[in-house]
C-alpha cells in the first residue's frame, strides 16, 4: 500500500524492500542500510519501463517526487522517457563541453539585474573565482561531485565560515541552473540538506557572532560636538546616519528626489528587507541637508564629492582620522537602539521600524502593516534632542498614542 515517504523514514528503514510512495510510480527500492535508490515505474506503449532517478540520500524525497512528477508528464504526452534520456545523454556527448567556470560566469550576468546593487555581484564573481575555479572551473558541470564540493568549502568551513556557507549556496544556485539547462543530471552535489549537512559541520556551531564595534549612547553627545566642526561632505553624512540610524549604503547612495518635506523615502532597491522605508527627519536632519547642498549644489546625490557619491568607506575612514578606529558606522544603529531600550518609554516596535528591521513575530507583524510615521518622528526628535543635548533628561517623558 503507497506510503508518503518522508526524509525520516527513508533514512530509518534498513531492511531490503521497496516502499511505494503516494506519488504515482515512485518507489524506494532498499537494497541495504546503506544502498537505496529512487526507481519509478510506468507503462509506455504496453510495455513496463523502470527508471532510476538516482540514489537517496544524494536525491532527497522531495526531488524524487518532483523527478517521479515529470516522469508521467511525459508519458501523458506519449513521450518515452527512455528515449528521451537516451537522447540527451548522446547530445552531451556530441556537443562541446561547456566548463564551470564558463557557465558560472553566464549565470551570474544573467542573475546581475535581480541584485540590489554591485557589490553582490562582486562578491558572487570573486568567492567562485577565489575559492571554486582552482578546483573546479575546468571541469563540465556534470563531472562534478560532492568530492569535489568538499574539496572546496572543507579547507574555509571552520576558519572563514561566513563565506563558506555562501559559496556553497553560490554553487548550489548554479549547479541547480546547469541541470535546468540539461547540462548535468543527477543529484546536486553542492545541496545541504540530506547532503552536506552530514558531512561538514554545522555552521551556527562553528561561527561566533561578532557585532559591530559600537559607541556607548551616553558618549554621543560629546562625540556629535567632536563631529560638527569638522565641516566636510563626510562629517555631514556621518552626523545625517547616526541621526537616522540609518545604514551606511542607504546614506551615501541618498539622492535629492527621495526628500518630500521633512520625509526622507529610501526606495526598496537599497533597503536590507527588500521594501520601501520611510524615515522622519528632524530640523538638524534639514539643516544637514541645506549643508551638503551647498557643497555639491549640482549632484543628484546628497553626499556627493563632485557628481559621485561618497564612497563606503568615507564615514569609516573619517572615524580613523577622529581617533575613534574602535568603532564602526554601523554600530551607531545600536547605540540608537541601546539609548531607546535604557533611556525612554519608546514602545520596542517604534524603535524595531525606525530600524527597518523586520518583525520576527508573523501574527504580530501581521496586524503592524502601518510605518507608525507619527511615533518614529517623537522617536527621531528626542534621539536628536538627545544627541545635541537638547533639553537633556535622563528619560524621555512618555508619550500616549
Known sequence: MPITITHAHAQKVTTPCRIYDTQRG????????????????????????ELSLGRFPLISVQEARQKAAEVSAMLAKGVDPLAERRAAKQASS?????????????????????WRNAKHADQWINTIETFAN??????????????????????IWQTKTETATRLRGR???ILSAASVKGLRHGANPAVWRGQLEFLLPKPERLKRV???????YKDLPSFIKELQPRNCIAALALEFCILTAARTGEVIYAKWEEINDDVWTIPGERMKVGKTHQVPLGSRCSEILRQAKQLAPESQYIFSRGKNPLSNMAMLELLKRMGRGNITVHGFRSSFRDWVAEETNHPSDVAEM????TVENKVIGAYKRGNLLEKRRRLAEDWENYCREINKTTVVPFRVG
Do not use: C, M, N
Request: net charge positive; charged share 20%; glycine share 4%.
Open 210 to 216: 561578532v557585532h559591530h564595534p559600537a559607541l556607548p
Open 171 to 173: 554553487l548550489e544556485k
Open 26 to 49: 515512485l518507489q524506494l527500492w532498499v537494497k541495504s542500510a546503506k544502498a537505496k535508490y529512487w526507481l519509478v515505474r510506468a507503462s509506455h506503449g504496453g510495455k513496463r519501463i
Open 94 to 114: 556530441d556537443e562541446p563541453k561547456v566548463t564551470f567556470a564558463d557557465f558560472a560566469s553566464i549565470y551570474i550576468q544573467s542573475q546581475r539585474p535581480s
Open 134 to 155: 582552482p578546483i573546479i572551473g575546468k571541469q563540465h558541470p556534470s563531472d562534478i561531485t560532492v568530492e569535489d564540493i568538499l574539496k572546496i568549502l572543507t579547507p
Open 354 to 357: 525606525a530600524l527597518a528591521h
